[in-house]
């Protein structure tokens, strides 16, 4: 962290704001300019924050030359990582690093023979996971709020009768209890900085699919990330899913960009939701392959075997059809890339 | 609502939607045009979601005529809501109609002195309302956390002393039995769609000052609203404070209309947070008095006796001298507007 | 500005990286810390682009501490600008400094009849300005374009009929022609970064009403500001009319922050457009009260005797009637901030 | 266009409403419900706004069903346009279906070695035409603005050189008189809306390649190529290049949606930026392969052969090396989307 002091500082005051920040912990080296102090601060800089400093009377500008996110940060830990889940049917599946993981589902588990249907379809087609929603975030209080644990019991015997492991949305820390036989933990955008939340899933040891608020800046995420890492579960997938900005033809505008630099700055995997990122079936296919070609580790697609009656997304969900022709050109795209479906 | 078919829908298709759409408890008129048909909902369409019914193919285009929200909405409730909060001095104090509430106090308690100082401060200068955060919600794992429960018991001690009653963030919901002696429950930008607390909230009996979350339009926040209002605690207090634009000079960027928009949809109370709103101190007084002239019930602002080592948001807290000295025009602002502080 | 250089750079290579800045015309002063060199820049550094040198293998960030405009900086300039402008009727206006200044009138010119009739109702109502547009950006080929030239001879009609200055939008540089007459040329937001139009103003003696471009910074507005005083021409109004955010209840939105950010970083002029920041008639009362009440020192407002049946913006106009009683309240509010309306 | 009145209409009212309406050039079908009444207009609704529209004090809501764009619809031009364009080696050059035409070279035309150098590398790689910025726009107006004349001169002596047609900026209309050997005019972000200019274009007989506003909405896009299609040139190129959001990491959001969105409704070739839209060296490969991948018809890359110390954009600016590298995916890339580089 540099700090630039602002030019009338005298010696004394700036010995003084020094000797407060080295209190805090950090070892500071002052730099005098002919015009300017220059102070850096060598150490564990990460409990400072630039806006707080910038209040100090003294200091005229912070600049953070240390990324604030430590146990989430390629620098030190330069090798990808990989989240290995054992499925019901014995067989490991991993989530990073060579692998392109597709997960596919409905959005929310309306019936047995909805998610039974759907759980074959995405299996046939090639998915890894089974997606299944079961408590839903809903903007209106009258709208579907989902099927609550009579529905976890049907995604779980989706599991169990194809195999594929699962990934369900968890809404607060006591569905934790019922959430024992659920594969992958997702994180919705609206609880990404439900920091209690986090720090709570640090301590359990399921991996987490944390996906990024949708005014959240990618730095965000990566702190959101690391409360969950700071806890001891270091299992967490990052998700792009798009961002909310003043376009309006699609949902939200998916931030491609967002993968490449997620994977130059941590070693965490990035999958993409190309379903809420675009919010319209018709754009899925284009935005999932744009995914795979920007270097993401894998896909979160929803699927539905009937998505104009679907309770919920229905305008952003796939046909097991879709889905299949869709599964065959993404593993042409995940070839060009070196890694296997 | 009303549901414009496309063109080529046959006679028997759209009756067949039609029907579906009575099935779900609205009346639906089918109004034919030369080229095109269209269908109007009568009833209550707060259940149906424009996106989920485009999905359809047999559907052009939706238009919601009605607004998402019932109980918030100044259509059913055309007198302005007034929420009376009782103080340890023995005072009642309104909030909303006629009323200018300015609620001040620290972002953090950090020690009784300050938090008692402070108290004092901004008694004197004519605050109604002591706030001081002790769960806080920050970005950084390695952050201040807030002082927890014995914060709690500070802010409590100060409230007893000046006779303010006290507003104060909570973050999960397990947290409401230490806030028996809050006046005012605090949910903030983050937990504005944390939708399983709002319903909870809606069960307890305190009035919620509701922020805006910082990628929310003024619709969400009055369906957030609605969430608590749906469990039977009508006492929600909205509160505009800055959204995420691409502006940087300025933390958030004030959204000032939404003052007069929430005031026209809505019977509840709307006050603004100008010190997250903008994150600058130099900027508060200034957007304080514009929000007092855009018709806001009332302001919450961030005073501190020390901004410069406060342990959070240093860089937009008043002094309690400028924090005075802004009390003084508020005053004349509030005056012009008919209100009383 | 200040330049943090990387950790591994030996000694030559700053030293070679520090001569080629300072053959650039500034002057390096190196100081070494113990991981981290840093460069101060002393002297006119708003030729460098912050960009630029981070794309340098040696350079880990850059802070500018200087702001990158200079005739339009209130640092060079402390005083208020005040801009005069005398009316036909011999009445010498000013703009900026002790004056709120409300510039009122139609979006279009229309016709002989709406012109006078508008121009002698905001005449009545208290306003010094008239606005009308003649040449109009219309996102639409197919939309009404202004009446050009034959609208402008109308506008100048009432011009000399009320004794109002008039202030009319200019889209491209060879129109200065036919504008000998205008007292104060607007400049859109679309043509806020038109830097050949900007630079052609720059040699003309007129003041400019600069629009703030609804994506552009209050920085970057700053720039286009000195764009034109660096030609020469230092009459520069400043006016900010909305951003385009993800909030969709008002045309733009209104950034009222801007207003006092932009009167401290500068010494122009600062005026508000409510009718376009909000594009609501029911929002401009508010808005117009709370522009006054941030220290704007002007408002442009449009006013229209039949809305409805206007050719363009009929949503966002008052009727004469509306804005002579707003009118009334702004001048009690001037009154608050010491300004004369 | 669908119009919703409210509901308390007369019958009379509505007639008269209809009227005013048919004097504008569509025909009129009023649909009757019990509680609303909805007018379906038929006919050309283009030169109708709905704001304009629901400024009105009988109407409720207004829904465009028609887009408002003509010639850019692919409702009316279902094939797609393809843009057929000879070099001056006599090799003629398609953009559009079937088609992936990669455009690249500096941003400025600094010296004569320098574009000739960059044109036989980008040449050599594969590219089919080569940009260099003569016209700068400049936030700043102490930046180098670019070389002018001369620079042009340098730009058509590596064509010539290289047999590479050539595209290049053009800022305003006079300067058509000297871009006669240009093959492709660029039209930047900042003049996406300036309509005199694309008027004008209208009216020359070159291909445009038309970039998106960094505000500006696909359908706005779409109008500005409206505007030149108007005026009798329909050879445009549409180029997305980033929109301007919260988020900092990239200099723009590159919008990957967009490219699908807009190869949906219009028969026009789509183009993406990658080096604008990320502004940073690092992401562009992976920005570049996406937007094949997501059915782009080209791309505009920077290349420059000294990027550290180029004039404008080093920081986004590929070697030669990287791009030579990144061509030979990208033509796997276009292979599985079945375009010829």
Redesign the interface.
């Known amino acids: 962290m540099?700090i630039?002091m602002k030019q009338h500082c005298s010696e004394e005051e700036i010995r003084g704001f020094a000797a407060s920040l080295e209190q805090r912990g950090v070892t500071v080296?002052v730099?005098?300019?002919?015009?300017?102090t220059?102070l850096?601060l060598?150490g564990d800089s990460?409990?400072f924050?630039s806006?707080?400093l910038?209040?100090?009377?003294l200091v005229?500008?912070v600049?953070r030359?240390q990324e604030?996110f430590k146990r989430a940060n390629r620098l030190f830990h330069p090798e990808d990582t990989r989240i290995v889940i054992a499925g019901p049917d014995g067989i490991s599946r991993s989530i990073g690093e060579g692998t392109l993981t597709v997960i596919a589902g409905p959005c929310s588990v309306e019936s047995r023979e909805q998610i039974t249907a759907i759980a074959r379809d995405v299996k046939a087609a090639g998915a890894g996971f089974l997606r299944g929603g079961v408590f839903k975030?809903?903007?209106?209080?009258?709208?579907?709020q989902g099927m609550g644990c009579e529905g976890l019991d049907l995604l779980l015997a989706a599991k169990n009768e194809t195999g594929l492991p699962v990934v369900s949305e968890l809404?607060?820390?006591h569905q934790l209890e019922v959430f024992d036989e659920v594969d992958v933990i997702q994180i919705g955008a609206?609880?990404m900085?439900?920091?209690?939340?986090l720090?709570e899933l640090g301590r359990c040891g399921k991996p987490i699919l944390l996906k990024r608020?949708?005014?959240s800046?990618?730095?965000?995420l990566l702190?959101a990330a690391?409360?969950i890492m700071?806890g001891g579960n270091e299992r967490v997938i990052l998700c792009e899913r798009g961002?909310?900005?003043?376009?309006?033809?699609?949902?939200n505008?998916?931030?491609?960009?967002?993968?490449?630099?997620l994977k130059?700055k941590s070693h965490l995997p990035v999958i993409v939701d190309p379903s809420h990122?675009?919010?319209r079936?018709?754009?899925v296919?284009?935005?999932s392959?744009?995914?795979?070609?920007?270097?993401a580790d894998g896909l979160i697609i929803e699927v539905h075997n009937d998505?104009?009656n679907?309770l919920?997304?229905?305008?952003?969900?796939l046909t097991p059809e879709i889905f299949a022709s869709l599964m065959g050109?993404i593993r042409?795209?995940a070839g060009?890339e070196h890694k296997t479906l």
């Open positions: 540099i630039a080296h730099s005098r300019g002919v015009n300017q220059v850096g060598v990460s409990g924050e806006e707080s910038e209040a100090h009377h005229e500008k600049v030359v604030p975030p809903r903007t209106s209080p009258y709208a579907f809404m607060e820390i609206r609880n900085q439900n920091f209690n939340l720090r608020g949708l005014a800046t990618v730095t965000e702190m690391e409360y700071a961002i909310r900005t003043f376009e309006t033809f699609s949902r505008t998916m931030d491609i960009a967002a993968v490449p630099y130059q990122a675009t919010g079936a018709c754009l296919p284009a935005a392959k744009a995914a795979v070609a920007a270097g998505p104009e679907a919920s997304d229905g305008e952003q969900s050109e042409n795209y060009l």
